[in-house]
């Protein structure tokens, strides 16, 4: 993209991390939703790059700022609502049957285990925080 940046305008530029970057960085997030912060920060830092390319901006404007200026949502956010979205999916019996079985309807008894804390119905349940 930063090639780019000199032949093409922000239009394009923003077009092209939408089709051809961003889907490699979510590819799999409802697998890797429970990784460590770092990795998480590192595939935030690939779309605040991405973004100061777009609009050239410079290497310190604020995050917020710039996702506003784009209309595009965090990378934890866009998690959180597929997330959310799927298990939607997946309670309202519109996903293949086999999902449910693996999909808790409610937490258990006792959700202080670690083995819990890293499923899938844990992070929707408790709002995604990651």
């Known amino acids: ?39 998480m920060d590192m595939i935030e830092s690939i779309q605040y790059q991405a973004g100061l390319i777009a609009t050239g901006c410079w290497q310190n404007t604020s995050r917020e700022k710039l996702y506003n200026e784009l209309g595009w949502e965090s990378m934890a956010d866009r998690r959180k609502v597929r997330r959310l979205s799927l298990y939607h999916k997946i309670v309202s019996n519109n996903s293949p049957d086999y999902l449910l079985r693996y999909v808790l309807n409610s937490p258990p008894s006792t959700t202080s285990t670690d083995r819990y804390k890293r499923t899938f119905s844990h992070s929707v349940l408790t709002s995604g925080s990651h």
Do not use: A, Q, W
Not at 10 to 38: A, I, N, Q, W
């Open 1 to 39: 993209m930063k090639f780019l940046s000199k032949y093409v305008n922000r239009k394009t530029l923003v077009l092209t991390y939408s089709m051809h970057v961003r889907p490699h960085l979510e590819y799999g997030d409802l697998l890797f939703h429970d990784c460590s912060k770092t990795l």
